[in-house]
């Protein structure tokens, strides 16, 4: 790739209202892009499923991210054990999908693992002098359940808990999420149409901004008040706050005691996002997007709802398809001769034109990667 020919300024501060944004190059470097695999998603919380799929031992699901492959499974003592998803014999994968098995047995030459990831069998190896079965033992993974519902899996064994780095956003979603107790996850989808032909960057900076809503998203601004959409930081997350201006239209006030349609887009550094809607009162969507190279970002998401409730038609407009197009037009810009680096806009007041998320999005990107 020969478009990075300028010098390259970066100037992307800790003050939101003086911080430029990162520069284009940031997003066209191939080398930044194998950076930030390696300081970014290898080292931060990943969110695997839903921890209704582990209820009995030997239950586990399996979750992939990049070139990487995890196992995380229920013990035998009710624990949650992670692995990395691969024999330490030859190499060959152990598990997909989910599903329950008594002892983790590989495909390729059956050694066996128990729950715990001790090797417990691999033929021929008694006739082997000096062959240690503790050094063979299944690799861990760090794992932790957040908000009692949400398995997140961290490659990083020196990584800060998740609880601790974002115990607050646990609170925040119980707190806000109407009914949170009761969801289960009903289904895994595709989250837009496709994968987009963009940096993953570009796709979490647009949702981490509902500045361009009224120009992009006509359908949605004229649905909810954007003069009372609130944006709000807390270091590793951020979160998105609106409120439909007519709430009296919701089919759901009297029926479940929603007292307004309420928006709530959630975003956990790097790529995680929650989000959940009073119009659809039982629904929340954990959604993960995620780069399959350097230009294009596939997204899947997991639907909580309350089981046995149907999912009424959603009365906002939705906007991933805008979206779509607006973020490719952005990659397309970034690696104009023309373009820098933006400037943010800034509310003190924290309303709908700031973009106080995606300078912390950023300050999170130039720290991880010691830019
Ligand atoms: S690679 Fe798994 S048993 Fe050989
Ligand atoms: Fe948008």
């Known amino acids: 790739m020969d478009t990075i020919v300028k010098p390259r300024r970066l100037a992307v501060t800790g003050d939101p209202s003086y911080s430029h944004s990162l520069p284009g190059w940031a997003y066209l470097d191939p080398e930044i892009y194998e950076r930030e695999k390696e300081e970014i998603f290898y080292k931060t919380w990943q969110y695997a499923?839903?921890?209704?799929?582990?209820?009995?031992?030997?239950?586990?699901?399996?979750a992939s991210m990049l070139d990487q492959s995890v196992i995380i499974l229920k013990g035998a003592n009710g624990q949650l054990h992670g692995f990395h998803n691969v024999c330490q014999h030859r190499g060959h994968q152990l598990l997909a999908g989910t599903g329950r098995v008594g002892n983790i047995t590989c495909p390729y030459h059956a050694w066996t693992y128990q729950l715990d990831g001790t090797l417990?069998?691999?033929?021929?190896?008694?006739?082997?002098?000096?062959f240690n079965a503790a050094q063979f033992h299944l690799k861990p993974v760090r794992v932790e359940v957040f908000c009692e519902k949400f398995v997140f899996y961290n490659l990083d064994n020196g990584a800060k808990?998740?609880?601790?780095?974002?115990?607050?956003?646990?609170?925040?979603?119980?707190?806000?999420?109407?009914?949170?107790?009761?969801?289960?996850?009903?289904?895994?989808?595709?989250?837009?149409?496709?994968?987009?032909?963009?940096?993953?960057?570009?796709?979490?900076?647009?949702?981490?901004?509902?500045?361009?809503?009224?120009?992009?998203?006509?359908?949605?601004?004229?649905?909810?008040?954007?003069?009372?959409?609130?944006?709000?930081?807390?270091?590793?997350w951020s979160c998105q706050r609106g409120e439909a201006r007519n709430h009296t239209k919701s089919a759901f006030t009297e029926e479940t005691g929603a007292k307004t349609?309420?928006?709530?887009?959630?975003?956990?550094?790097?790529?995680?996002?929650?989000?959940?809607?009073?119009?659809?009162?039982?629904?929340?969507?954990?959604?993960?997007?995620?780069?399959?190279?350097?230009?294009?970002?596939?997204?899947?998401?997991?639907?909580?709802?309350?089981?046995?409730?149907?999912?009424?038609?959603?009365?906002?407009?939705?906007?991933?398809?805008?979206?779509?197009?607006?973020?490719?037009?952005?990659?397309?810009?970034?690696?104009?001769?023309?373009?820098?680096?933006?400037?943010f806009i800034y509310d003190p007041e924290h309303l709908e034109t700031t973009e106080e998320a995606v300078h912390i999005f950023h300050k999170l990107i130039v720290e991880a990667l010691k830019l």
């Open 49 to 62: 499923g839903w921890v209704g799929d582990l209820k009995e031992p030997g239950d586990y699901i399996t």
């Open 120 to 130: 417990r069998t691999a033929r021929g190896a008694e006739k082997l002098e000096r």
């Open 161 to 236: 808990p998740l609880g601790e780095l974002a115990g607050d956003l646990a609170e925040d979603i119980r707190k806000e999420t109407y009914r949170f107790g009761l969801l289960d996850r009903q289904e895994r989808k595709r989250f837009g149409a496709r994968e987009v032909n963009a940096n993953w960057k570009i796709v979490m900076d647009n949702f981490q901004e509902c500045y361009h809503c009224r120009a992009a998203h006509p359908g949605f601004s004229a649905y909810y008040n954007m003069a009372t959409y609130k944006v709000e930081t807390h270091g590793y």
């Open 261 to 343: 349609n309420k928006v709530r887009f959630w975003w956990l550094f790097p790529n995680t996002t929650f989000n959940s809607r009073t119009e659809d009162p039982e629904a929340m969507g954990v959604t993960v997007r995620i780069p399959t190279d350097l230009t294009h970002t596939d997204a899947w998401m997991d639907l909580y709802r309350q089981p046995g409730t149907v999912q009424p038609p959603n009365p906002a407009p939705l906007t991933f398809d805008e979206d779509d197009v607006i973020n490719e037009a952005v990659q397309r810009g970034l690696a104009s001769k023309g373009y820098d680096s933006g400037r």
